[in-house]
């Protein structure tokens, strides 16, 4: 076996310091297996979430050698994050507040999901209280529904990161702009969010660098599929001045973003 050394990150949010731990590394582990090792052979009060160690739960999220990963699906043999025979170095999230070691609050992302109004459906097409869809209209919105809330879009976001809009003008994160397209682009949603989107969200704050969409460990296209698309719905709303006439003079209908839906054109990456 290889003798592999970490480099973790020991504190809480008032202070703190890098450690190193060397220990044993078999074929086909795991960045969270050797977190393990160490917890269970060295440091047996070193924080770590974790649950389904299966790249489905979402709560090992971390940055190994400066990259937002999920411990659980980065291999120790995968050269693209692990150089052999380098020190890994294993730290927690830099978006969001330090509660210990690897473990960090992400209770705010909570709070934002919480403003975000849920599904409504309109009434049945017929009588036998069914709906009528296109598969293409369903399959639009299966994309966003892998979505396992690791938060590392979150993260890796610099309006987020770098600008700490959490608070007062804050940005909802590319997570909640999926969160938002998975419900508008729904064929049977009558809720018109594009106002929360809008002055709320702050979706303008966004400027498509599509960094969350190199991190999602659901591959999902979060700015090409997600966020252009709600864009582009806001502009519609706000700042296209033939619908900003018609709004004047006829109004504005409480459904107007389900019939806007019908007329846009699918988006679709490969």
């Not at 971390?62 to 999920?70: D, F, K, S, V, Y």
């Not at 508008?184 to 704050?205: A, E, Y």
């Amino acid at each position: 076996m290889a003798q592999v050394t970490f480099r973790i990150w020991r504190g809480d949010k008032d202070k703190g310091e890098f450690k190193d731990y060397t220990t044993e590394v078999s074929e086909g582990v795991v960045v969270l297996d050797c977190i393990h090792q160490i917890q269970a052979t060295q440091a047996p009060d070193l924080a770590c979430r974790w649950n389904c160690k299966a790249g489905k739960c979402g709560s090992c999220s971390a940055e190994i050698n400066g990259r937002p990963r999920l411990m659980c699906m980065t291999r120790m043999d995968d050269t693209r994050y692990i150089t052999p025979g380098e020190t890994v170095i294993v730290e927690p999230m830099h978006t969001f507040p330090l509660m210990k070691d690897l473990v960090t609050d992400v209770s705010w992302n909570y709070k934002v999901n919480k403003m975000i109004p849920p599904f409504k459906p309109r009434k049945p097409d017929a009588e036998d209280g069914t709906w009528r869809m296109t598969q293409e209209e369903v399959d639009r919105v299966q994309e966003f529904r892998k979505c396992i809330e690791c938060f590392l879009c979150q993260d890796v976001c610099h309006v987020l990161r770098d600008h700490d809009k959490k608070e007062g003008e804050m940005f909802g994160g590319p997570r909640f702009m999926i969160r938002v397209a998975s419900l508008d682009m729904h064929p049977l949603d009558t809720v018109d969010r594009i106002g929360l989107l809008k002055n709320t969200l702050n979706i303008g704050l966004c400027n498509i660098t599509k960094c969350c969409t190199e991190v999602c460990p659901e591959h999902i296209h979060i700015t090409d599929n997600g966020i252009i698309p709600m864009k582009e719905r806001v502009v519609d709303r706000y700042y296209d001045p033939l619908l900003w006439i018609w709004g004047k003079i006829f109004g504005t209908p409480k459904d107007e973003s389900s019939k806007q839906r019908q007329s846009l054109p699918l988006v679709a990456s490969k």
